[in-house]
């Protein structure tokens, strides 16, 4: 029987999709900011709802709500390497990293995904 102690990454998750699209929002309603944090922000956006998308189809078919989540926190893991002179960042990088790992180990554990 699974408890909450064994998913609880996928809190981590949620908040890493609200850190996204906070992210979003920034970029995009930024008065001085150029076409391209306008795109960021899209681009952004997206990954938040590929992250909640990925958190509702979990309950129905596991292997596709981890790969949606996996590849919606992709932008959080990068926001540590781009922003690397803002220390918070460094902690969103190690939290999506850990949370990364954890998908990938239960995707390991189910089976659908083989080692290379």
């Given at each position: 029987?699974?408890?909450?102690?064994?998913?609880?990454?996928?809190?981590?998750?949620?908040?890493?999709?609200?850190?996204?699209?906070?992210?979003?929002?920034?970029?995009?309603?930024?008065?001085?900011?150029?076409?391209?944090?306008?795109?960021?922000?899209?681009?952004?956006?997206?990954?938040?709802?590929?992250?909640?998308?990925?958190?509702?189809?979990?309950?129905?078919?596991?292997?596709?709500?981890?790969?949606?989540?996996?590849?919606?926190?992709?932008?959080?893991?990068?926001?540590?390497?781009?922003?690397f002179w803002f220390p918070?960042?460094?902690?969103?990088?190690?939290?999506?990293?850990?949370?990364?790992?954890?998908?990938?180990?239960?995707?390991?554990?189910?089976?659908?995904?083989?080692?290379?």
């Amino acid at each position: 029987m699974k408890t909450n102690r064994q998913h609880w990454w996928i809190s981590l998750a949620g908040l890493i999709g609200v850190f996204e699209a906070v992210m979003a929002v920034g970029f995009t309603v930024d008065p001085e900011g150029s076409t391209g944090d306008k795109v960021l922000g899209a681009f952004v956006g997206v990954a938040f709802i590929l992250v909640f998308a990925g958190l509702w189809q979990r309950r129905k078919r596991l292997r596709r709500g981890n790969s949606l989540m996996i590849v919606g926190i992709v932008p959080a893991l990068l926001a540590g390497v781009v922003f690397f002179w803002f220390p918070p960042m460094w902690l969103v990088t190690i939290t999506t990293g850990i949370v990364m790992v954890k998908a990938a180990e239960e995707a390991l554990a189910a089976g659908w995904l083989q080692p290379v």
